[in-house]
């Protein structure tokens, strides 16, 4: 299937994918450099959990995008994912924020932001297949 022809949720579930992948590896290989950044609240170990989460992240992500989907279940199942994101990480800002650096703190944010805008696009393509099948 050519890319320009896929649904906004496909696309969307392909950045995901890739992007979940990506930050997933950095956080992997980079464990312990990024961890000595970002302040005291973040160990290695952390990061290399949450790597491997987002590895998992990425691949079901793409996994769901194959052949033209995802359909409304993982749809479903990414949003709510998201939206958990969206919670603990800023439950995780409100209560480390003293022991974070200001890398950590940008972190954080950028996440927020990147999940968030996952989120709505996830969102938006989800509401135009529903009304492309009405």
Do not use: Q
């Amino acid at each position: 299937m050519n890319f320009s022809n896929r649904s906004l949720l496909n696309k969307t579930f392909l950045a995901d994918g890739v992007y979940s992948l990506a930050v997933g590896a950095v956080l992997i290989l980079a464990a312990a450099p990024l961890a000595s950044l970002f302040g005291p609240a973040a160990t290695p170990a952390l990061l290399k959990l949450l790597g491997v989460g987002l590895v998992f992240w990425g691949i079901f992500h793409l996994s769901a995008a194959r052949n033209g989907g995802p359909v409304a279940t993982a749809a479903r199942v990414s949003i709510a994912g998201d939206v958990l994101w969206l919670a603990a990480s800023l439950a995780l800002l409100v209560a480390v924020y003293p022991s974070l650096s200001v890398y950590g703190i940008g972190f954080i944010v950028i996440g927020l932001i990147t999940v968030t805008d996952f989120l709505v696009y996830k969102l938006r393509g989800l509401t135009r297949e529903r009304a492309a099948i009405a």
